[in-house]
């Protein structure tokens, strides 16, 4: 069955790089993603990546693939305080419903 | 305007109301859900829906029920609220594009049942 687990809280400071971590267990084919939870908000994407790839960049994202260890990392360069927010790592797999299964989210706080 | 509306935003009902959070999308998109979201749990999927006569169970479907009253309308009721059923519910759709299934949410309906 699908798991994605990452770790709850992370906490940096303004201007360092933050690094917020994501497991998952299927083993086909997949969709990883990464979406943004601001305060009061609903979730928008940040990025995703298929599991064929093992890098992707965006500005100050960079998205990093491990398939042997199942383990996908989102970077963010240059933390800053409109960074804050809860990071939720999603996984769908490439065919049938393709529903994807969330994380529990990350919160991230960038303090000064 | 938004791509995916919730009415109402926040709602504070007592045990045993019906309660109705209604959803509806610009995007035209085929497929709708509900998710439900809870501290420290994450997004569980409550139904979805990949057409109008397309109706689907989620991992945790007991004590709600969903109607889908057209493309850009579904709306998830609660029949008998209690108060475990406190949380926030997001609404979103999708449409899959070569395989990748990225969801469009809306920004949430609050709901404290007392």
């Known amino acids: 069955g699908e798991d994605v687990e990452q770790s709850l809280f992370l906490s940096v400071r303004e201007g360092d790089s933050s690094v917020i971590n994501c497991t998952y267990t299927?083993?086909?084919?997949?969709?990883l993603y990464w979406y943004k939870q601001e305060p009061g908000a609903g979730l928008q994407l940040l990025t995703y990546?298929?599991?064929?790839?093992d890098m992707k960049q965006d500005q100050r994202l960079t998205v990093l693939l491990n398939k042997k260890d199942k383990h996908l990392s989102l970077r963010i360069a240059d933390t800053q305080t409109g960074d804050s927010a809860i990071y939720f790592c999603?996984?769908?797999?490439?065919?049938?419903?393709?529903?994807?299964?969330f994380g529990r989210g990350t919160s991230l706080i960038v303090h000064p | 305007d938004a791509d995916v509306t919730q009415t109402p935003r926040n709602r504070i009902t007592k045990t045993g109301k019906r309660i109705m959070l209604e959803c509806s999308q610009t995007?035209?998109?085929?497929?709708m859900y509900w998710y439900r979201q809870d501290p420290g749990l994450g997004l569980r999927l409550i139904y979805y829906?990949?057409?109008?006569?397309?109706?689907n169970k989620g991992e945790i479907s007991d004590g709600y029920s969903v109607s889908r009253q057209a493309q850009a309308k579904f709306s998830l009721s609660l029949e008998s609220a209690i108060p475990n059923q406190t949380a926030l519910y997001f609404c979103?759709?999708?449409?899959?594009?070569?395989?990748?299934?990225?969801?469009?949410f809306g920004a949430g309906s609050r709901l404290t049942v007392l």
């Open positions: 979103a759709t999708s449409e899959p594009n070569s395989g990748a299934n990225v969801l469009t």
């Open positions: 299927d083993s086909s084919s997949t969709y």
């Open positions: 990546i298929f599991s064929n790839m």
């Open positions: 999603a996984e769908s797999p490439r065919g049938g419903s393709y529903i994807p299964t």
């Open positions: 995007k035209g998109h085929d497929r």
């Open positions: 829906s990949f057409d109008v006569k397309d109706i």
